[in-house]
């Protein structure tokens, strides 16, 4: 079947009224990103904080109309609020947020049903194991007997669906929500399952967020006990708006020994602190490196400098997973370390990190109120 085109898609969208102007909604200048690709639609509709409220039912009007298209398969059609209501949170101006304005943290910050506990686990920069570990991880919790869900958080480099072995769309079964992906006894998704490869670089900023949020609530997750949240490298905007509009439980931070990374996750430990998410604490990783042939160890990269850097930060040191090539040639083949060979010494040291999470998890970090779920 072939795909519509831009301009197809901007013509039906713009049957849909504004409610303020009168006007089609692509005419009222609304619709904003609009991207077609292989049966694949994605846009947001760009409003004023204070209205935002009244443009759920256009949104998904729109969502509605353009999925009735022939030849299109998926949409994702995301609100996002523009311009402020009042005068930004100084915080939020200095961390970068521009643009979209963030709900309150605590006020807004919404739970997922059924959804226990959110755990994200993020990195100051690229590179240091942050998916691998994030995967591993999660399938260390289900080895626990808890139910765990993974959700690729990172947009611009999807790694989950490589890392598990799994491709393929996701099913939805009315259209609305998705069924996660299952495999190795975790469900997961991830924007790589429906978006092209090339696609999420095309989204930025505001649309980005606003697509991951929308994946992120519109998943059937079922009973989980813990969801584990992969995020994308760093420190930015979508870091930010995740923790301001998701009720993290906590967040964990992945670091190579390196001074440099170390610096790095000092950064993320300050981020995620300053919109009032518990760290969980900070995984050293590729810690140590054992010869698989004369069993000689080696600290390539230093060692110990991840638990001095969380002591100095009155954070709790998880522990550290060893440089492996079993680790590498586990992601590479979709079969992680931890699925491939639970018995082994690399999937142990997973195992014990997950008890120090789990506990803590269980121990209740996130002793605060619950946070009150609003549906606009
Ligand atoms: P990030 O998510 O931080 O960008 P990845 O998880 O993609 O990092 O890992 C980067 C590379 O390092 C991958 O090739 C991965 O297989 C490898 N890797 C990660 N952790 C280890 C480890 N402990 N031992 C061996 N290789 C690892």
């Excluded at 440089?323 to 690399?346: F, K, Q, T, Y």
Aim: contains cysteine.
């Amino acid at each position: 079947m072939t795909t519509p085109t831009r301009e197809q898609l901007s013509q039906v969208l713009n049957r849909i009224r504004d409610p303020k102007s009168g006007r089609g909604v692509v005419e009222a200048g609304l619709i904003q990103g609009l991207v077609v690709k292989d049966g694949r639609v994605g846009f947001m509709i760009e409003v004023a904080a204070d209205v935002a409220p009244l443009y759920e039912a256009v949104r998904a009007a729109c969502e509605k109309a353009a999925r009735a298209v022939r030849g299109v398969e998926a949409v994702t059609a995301v609100l996002t609020a523009e311009g402020s209501g009042g005068a930004p949170r100084p915080a939020r101006a200095s961390a970068g947020l521009r643009k979209e304005v963030l709900p309150e943290r605590g006020t807004h910050a919404q739970a997922l049903p059924g959804v226990g506990a959110i755990v994200a686990v993020a990195s100051g920069k690229g590179g240091v194991g942050k998916s691998t570990v994030a995967v591993n991880l999660a399938l260390a919790l289900t080895r626990l007997g808890k139910r765990v869900g993974l959700m690729d958080a990172d947009i611009y480099g999807p790694s989950v669906p490589h890392l598990l072995g799994l491709s393929g769309r996701p099913r939805s079964a009315d259209g609305k929500m998705l069924e996660p992906m299952e495999r190795y006894g975790l469900k997961a998704m991830s924007i790589g399952f429906l978006i092209d490869r090339d696609a999420p670089a095309v989204w930025r900023g505001p649309v980005a967020t606003g697509a991951l949020h929308q994946l992120l609530t519109q998943v059937s997750w079922g009973d989980l006990d813990v969801l584990v949240i992969d995020m994308p490298p760093g420190t930015g905007d979508i870091h930010l708006s995740l923790a301001q509009r998701v009720a993290l439980t906590g967040a964990i931070i992945v670091s190579t020994p390196q001074d440099i990374a170390l610096l790095d996750a000092r950064k993320g430990i300050a981020m995620f602190r300053k919109v009032e998410v518990p760290v969980l604490g900070v995984i050293e990783n590729m810690s140590l490196y054992v010869c698989p042939n004369c069993g000689h160890e080696a600290h390539l990269f230093g060692h110990g400098g991840a638990r001095k850097a969380a002591a100095e930060l009155e954070t709790e040191f998880l522990g550290e997973i060893p440089l492996h090539l079993s680790i590498r040639e586990g992601s590479d083949d979709g079969a992680p370390v931890v699925a491939a060979h639970p018995a082994g010494a690399e999937a142990r040291a997973f195992i014990a990190i997950a008890e120090r999470v789990a506990a803590q998890i269980d121990a209740g970090v996130a002793s605060r109120p619950p946070p009150r779920i609003v549906i606009v």
